[in-house]
């Protein structure tokens, strides 16, 4: 019972089980519609550990205030994040804390720090992670939509109109990105504004080509069909020629990947086998001196190999 591993196993429960009630928690605020709002003059019930977590997230509410901090509304919206700017700060705050601790009950405390205080960087890196993946999802469906607008202007539709239904059978992110242009159009907006919005959000200049077509047909005229035929035939050869530089730059990527992921992988591992075997990193002055160094490095190196292999076309 006194092994090393039986006590990580018991700390990894522990902390599991902190992460499991913080979502239970959480769940209720991330409903699509509060029970007050479904059945007037009824007040939810709400126990001393939610009434807590609302006061902590109203609190947070109050810090960020309208801009929402590091993680605000639209930044989560481009990641495809389905919660409040509050909520999701309120939940890296807990990861931080949870990771600071697993880290120094493994390591070392000051370890458990810089694992604590790189947590909130992590997240903002996943969620760049998940706006790139979202970003490409939509080039990926851009050939099928233009289609879909094709086919709803031969009908005769107008073009928000194509748009609406575009919207209505494509899949996410497109259906979102399109029935945000219909509902802003609707509201007042210009629908050149929003054309060119949906192309800066998603980084597409393809679909920067679709809204400069729609706009020089709205001021002079002629078949829009046509022009839009004309530009997908362009957005399908660009198409090809992307998967061939993937395909090309695949190899660079993964080596990348790896040589990121083995100093962290290999710290990882010693400091399982022997735990006190990184302490001279955290309690020489020419150990931290070397940390730091490799950590600036660290960054300097993966800058270096992604601009290696990211090419812009």
């Not at 120094?104 to 992670?129: D, Q, S």
């Not at 980084?203 to 069909?225: K, M, P, T, Y």
């Not at 002055?285 to 190196?301: D, E, H, N, Q, R």
């Amino acid at each position: 019972m006194d092994s090393p591993m039986v006590f990580v196993l018991a700390v990894t429960l522990c902390l599991s089980a902190i992460v499991i009630v913080v979502f239970v928690v959480f769940k209720p605020r991330l409903g699509f519609i509060p029970l007050e709002r479904r059945r007037i003059g009824v007040q939810q019930d709400k126990s001393a550990v939610a009434r807590v977590s609302q006061t902590a997230l109203d609190a947070v509410e109050n810090v960020i205030g309208e801009s929402g901090g590091p993680y605000n509304r639209e930044v989560l919206y481009n990641a495809g994040v389905k919660m409040a700017p509050a909520d999701f700060t309120v939940g890296v705050a807990l990861a931080s804390l949870l990771t600071a601790a697993f880290a120094a009950l493994l390591t070392h405390p000051l370890l458990g720090l810089l694992a604590g205080a790189a947590t909130p960087f992590l997240a903002k890196i996943v969620l760049l992670i998940l706006r790139d993946r979202r970003r490409a999802k939509f080039e990926e469906q851009l050939t099928d939509t233009i289609q879909m607008l094709i086919g709803g202007l031969r009908v005769g539709h107008s073009v928000l109109r194509s748009v609406e239904a575009a919207a209505q059978e494509a899949d996410a992110p497109t259906s979102e990105e399109l029935l945000r242009i219909v509902n802003e159009t609707r509201i007042g907006k210009d629908v050149r504004l929003a054309l060119d919005d949906v192309a800066t959000r998603m980084d597409s200049e393809d679909f920067r080509w679709i809204s400069q077509a729609i706009q020089i047909n709205r001021e002079v005229g002629g078949d829009l069909a046509e022009v839009l035929e004309q530009v997908a035939g362009t957005i399908r050869e660009r198409s090809e020629i992307k998967g061939q530089i993937r395909s090309l730059s695949a190899e660079g990527k993964m080596s990348a990947y790896i040589l990121m992921a083995m100093p962290v992988g290999v710290a990882f591992i010693l400091a399982l086998i022997n735990p006190g075997y990184l302490n001279v990193f955290v309690e020489k002055p020419l150990g931290m001196l070397m940390l730091a160094s490799s950590i600036v490095m660290f960054i300097v190196g993966g800058v270096w190999m992604s601009r290696i292999v990211k090419i812009k076309f």
